[in-house]
């Protein structure tokens, strides 16, 4: 009982503060404003990607957690964007093969429960041209004793933080995934505890299975 409070009541305002550090916004923006026409964005929290779509037709807001996503409420009512949600998981996806021509997940593939699942689903709703446009906090590989901690300290992290990985290898889960990539590189992000400060920015496209 006291768990569901924190998760429904309590949690969403936790979320919608730590993403909002000015760095992580700062990344929001580089990685959503190039964007346009119609766009699935997987973890649609709070909305806090909304104010950077500059030539974005339709967003498809897919948020399971409703809590989550009440919070965005006048966030969707200022956009001048088409905004629907989705109350789905990645895992299954509510759409067709090869229709969706952009995809976004920031700070979400950390949590998703069955990630390969879930990559295979952006996999194959993505268009052939369409691509995936991800920001995510990873696993360390050059520091052994904080990827110690992100392993030590994940199991907590996921009661936290409605399910949140500290210790993915993202790069490694989309290759596997058959994601090549665009663009690429890692980032330590000011502001945020160093535990979860190592950061991955991509632009993925898909390959052929």
């Not at 760095?23 to 766009?39: D, H, K, N, T, Y």
């Not at 966030?75 to 895992?91: D, F």
Request: charged fraction near 15%; hydrophobic fraction near 45%; charge should be positive.
């Amino acid at each position: 009982m006291l768990y569901r409070f924190y998760q429904q009541h309590i949690f969403p305002h936790v979320l919608n503060h730590v993403m909002q550090t000015p760095s992580l916004i700062q990344q929001r923006e580089r990685l959503v404003a190039p964007i346009r026409g119609q766009v699935l964005e997987i973890g649609f929290g709070t909305g806090l990607n909304l104010p950077f779509y500059q030539q974005v037709d339709t967003v498809y807001a897919l948020e399971p957690n409703a809590a989550v996503y009440a919070l965005a409420a006048n966030r969707v009512h200022e956009s001048a964007i088409a905004v629907q949600h989705i109350q789905a998981r990645a895992e299954k996806l509510p759409f067709a093969d090869n229709s969706i021509d952009h995809i976004v997940s920031t700070w979400t593939l950390c949590s998703i429960e069955n990630l390969p699942q879930a990559l295979n689903e952006l996999h194959r709703v993505l268009k052939p041209a369409g691509t995936l446009h991800v920001l995510e906090h990873v696993q360390y590989h050059d520091q052994p004793q904080l990827k110690y901690l992100q392993n030590l300290l994940t199991p907590l992290q996921k009661r936290l933080a409605d399910g949140c990985h500290l210790n993915r290898n993202i790069e490694q889960a989309l290759k596997q995934a058959h994601f090549g990539f665009n663009e690429l590189h890692y980032f330590d992000a000011a502001g945020v505890v160093k535990i979860a400060r190592r950061m991955l920015f991509a632009r993925a496209v898909k390959i052929a299975k």
